[in-house]
């Protein structure tokens, strides 16, 4: 499925760079949870979260709505933000970006710490 959106191309793109707490706690989860990823968010989102790229998908029409690929993390220390490309394919994509991230720094922070237990 995720294979697929590889041949819709996006809307925009845009340089971005994602907050060092966020990207290290994702490589955390892809390591100790499962790689790939998928978490399931409200408004029937699929967020799929590879090491490459993480990717918002509609999960009933199985649309991309928005990716964050191209990670450059090399060369940066740890609480450095990591540069990266943001892919719109959804007009209302830079609705819904935010607030994904937001739900999945809170699903993957409450996995993470059911583990440590």
Request: some cysteine; aromatic content about 6%; hydrophobic content about 45%.
């Amino acid at each position: 499925m995720v294979t697929r959106v590889r041949d819709i191309p996006p809307l925009r793109s845009l340089p971005l760079s994602v907050d060092a707490v966020r990207y290290n706690r994702v490589r955390l989860a892809l390591r100790r949870l499962a790689n790939p990823l998928r978490l399931e968010l409200p408004r029937g989102i699929d967020l799929f979260l590879e090491e490459t790229s993480w990717l918002c998908m509609h999960g009933e029409s199985e649309l991309p709505l928005v990716e964050w690929a191209e990670f450059a993390p090399s060369g940066r220390a740890l609480h450095e933000p990591v540069c990266c490309v943001m892919h719109i394919y959804h007009v209302h994509a830079g609705l819904i970006s935010s607030s994904s991230l937001a739900t999945m720094d809170t699903m993957l922070e409450t996995r993470l710490a059911a583990m440590r237990r």
